[in-house]
C-alpha cells in the first residue's frame, strides 16, 4: 500500500523559508510518476505548487515559480518542498501527492498524503 | 479567481442525482484531459475521476464524468449523507505549464 507523510515545521515566521518533506512508503520513487506538492488556505481551494519527477525534470506554479524548489533525494525515498520569503498569505494546509502526468494533456493526483498546516506567523 | 469555473455549491435529496460543472476554455479543458476530487470534511482531496470519464479502483460507478468542449462535469447518483463534500475539477493547462483547479463546489445532502 503506497503511502505519502508530510514533515516539517508547523509555524514559520514572515520572510523565512518554510520547508517540508514527504517521505513516500510502499513505492519507489524512481520507479516513476511525478511528485507533487498543492496547498489549501483556510476555507479556500485547491492551489497546485510544483510537481518533480525522480530524475529532478520539474514544473512550478507560474505563480509561485520565483520562490520554489522542489527537489527529490532517492536513497531516502522522499521529496521535498522550500518556499522562500513567506508572508501570511502563504499560511495553508500543504498536501504532497502522487502525479501522473509530465506536462502533457493528461496530469491528475492519485495518490494524497494527510496534509500538515503550516502558519506564517511571527 | 480560478482559471476553471465551479459552481459554489449544489444540493440535492438522498437518494436523487446532482450534476457538477467544471467550465474552461479550449487552452485547458478543451484540449486536456480532467480529473475530479472529492474532499470530505476534514481530510485530503481523493481522486474521483480522471481522464474525463475513468474511475480509479474502488470507486462506485454511482460517480461519473465527462467532457464536452471546454466544459466538465460530474455526476453522482443515489445520493447519500456521506457524499456531502467539496469537489473540485482539475485539468493542465499548457498556455500557464500549469496545473489548474477549479474554485471548488460543495454538496449538500439534504
Known amino acids: 500500500q503506497v503511502q505519502l507523510q508530510e514533515s516539517g515545521p508547523g509555524l514559520v515566521k514572515p520572510s523565512e523559508t518554510l520547508s517540508l518533506t514527504c517521505a513516500v512508503s510502499g513505492y519507489s520513487i524512481s520507479s516513476g510518476y511525478y511528485w507533487g506538492w498543492i496547498r489549501q488556505p483556510p476555507g479556500k481551494g485547491l492551489e497546485w505548487i510544483g510537481s518533480i519527477y525522480h530524475s529532478g525534470s520539474n514544473y512550478y506554479s507560474p505563480s509561485l515559480k520565483s520562490r520554489v524548489t522542489i527537489s527529490v533525494d532517492t536513497s531516502k525515498n522522499q521529496f521535498s518542498l522550500k518556499l522562500n520569503s513567506v508572508t501570511a498569505a502563504d499560511t495553508a494546509m500543504y498536501y504532497c501527492?502522487?502525479?501522473f502526468g509530465g506536462g502533457g494533456p493528461r496530469w491528475y493526483f492519485d495518490l494524497w498524503g494527510r496534509g500538515t498546516l503550516v502558519t506564517v506567523s511571527s | 479567481q480560478s482559471v476553471l469555473t465551479q459552481p459554489p455549491s449544489v444540493s440535492a435529496a438522498p437518494g436523487q442525482k446532482v450534476t457538477i460543472s467544471c467550465s474552461g476554455s479550449?487552452?485547458?479543458?478543451?484540449?486536456?484531459?480532467v480529473s475530479w476530487y472529492q474532499q470530505l470534511p476534514g481530510t485530503a482531496p481523493k481522486l474521483l475521476i480522471y481522464d474525463n470519464d475513468e474511475r480509479p479502483s474502488g470507486i462506485p460507478d454511482r460517480f461519473s464524468g465527462s467532457k464536452s468542449g471546454t466544459s466538465a462535469t460530474l455526476g453522482i447518483t443515489g445520493l447519500q449523507t456521506g457524499d456531502e463534500a467539496d469537489y473540485y475539477c482539475g485539468t493542465w493547462d499548457p498556455s500557464l505549464s500549469a496545473v489548474v483547479f477549479g474554485g471548488g463546489t460543495r454538496l449538500t445532502v439534504l
Open positions: 479550449s487552452s485547458n479543458i478543451g484540449n486536456t484531459y
Open positions: 501527492a502522487r502525479c
